[in-house]
């Protein structure tokens, strides 16, 4: 028996498992996925969240939930890929052989590498929403906020769904609208590319969104 072993069951390894197990023969190839979390995050939901657009329970999943029949599924913290041996060890001590491995671990926010940003304002005035933590404690300051300057800030490209931070100044924008409160919120965004995205027609057109939903633009930033 072939063994196929996926690392990380977001939705790249979820998507993988549930497509290659009707692909490969059953009686030829066992597949496994491991990951560390219980739970299944739907990260594009991480923008609706801070907006009271979407709730917890719709971006927050279990992760067994999504796995097809078939495919073992580990709950366990990945150690050590040992690439020489087709070994995987896990942090129980557990070793997995593979035939076949595909990494889907993902990515991380790094906010302990901006000086000043991982201090004691992270989540309290200065929020990610790019975790399920950030955006549920943004979604809380926001419902209690009374208005102030609003600054979106990517800090470096490139960055997963590089759209995202534009749809999120657009939904704080319509956010303020809808509480009646606009004229007491001063969005401005921020970002170390030359325009608002980084496409060239793109971005000439978000830049009229911008300027006619009042929205200051800050191009060319780039922090030490
Ligand atoms: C706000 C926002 C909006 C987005 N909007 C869109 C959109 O509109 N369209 C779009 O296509 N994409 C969008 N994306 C991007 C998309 O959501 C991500 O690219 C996708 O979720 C990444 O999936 P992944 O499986 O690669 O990583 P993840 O979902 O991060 O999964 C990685 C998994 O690996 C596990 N893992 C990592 N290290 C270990 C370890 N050592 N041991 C065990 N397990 C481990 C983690 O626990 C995790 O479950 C958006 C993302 C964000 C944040």
């Not at 595909?102 to 590498?113: F, R, S």
């Not at 921020?190 to 608002?196: E, N």
């Amino acid at each position: 028996m072939k063994k196929l072993l996926i690392l990380g069951s977001g939705t790249a390894g979820t998507m993988m498992a549930n497509h290659l197990i009707s692909k490969l023969p059953k009686d030829e190839w066992r597949i496994s996925i491991v990951d560390q979390n219980k739970t299944h995050y739907y990260q594009p939901g991480f923008l609706f969240l801070p907006f009271d657009i979407y709730t917890t329970k719709q971006v927050k999943k279990k992760g067994q939930k999504f796995i097809p029949k078939g495919v073992e599924y580990i709950n366990e913290k990945i150690d050590l890929i040992t690439a020489e041996t087709n070994q995987v060890r896990l942090d129980n001590g557990q070793i997995l052989d593979y035939d076949v491995l595909i990494i889907a671990t993902g990515t991380n926010i790094a906010p302990q590498e901006i000086e000043g940003m991982d201090g004691p304002m992270w989540h309290k005035n200065i929020f990610d929403f790019y975790t399920y933590k950030g955006a549920k404690a943004l979604r809380n300051k926001l419902r209690e906020w009374e208005g102030g300057k609003l600054v979106v800030h990517i800090t470096e490209m490139p960055i997963k769904c590089p759209v995202a931070p534009l749809e999120f100044a657009f939904l704080a924008d319509s956010f303020f609208k809808n509480k009646g409160m606009r004229d007491k919120v001063d969005i401005t965004y921020v970002t170390p590319l030359d325009g608002a995205f980084t496409k060239p027609k793109a971005t000439e057109a978000l830049h009229h969104l911008l300027e006619e939903k009042e929205i200051s633009e800050v191009t060319n930033f780039n922090i030490e």
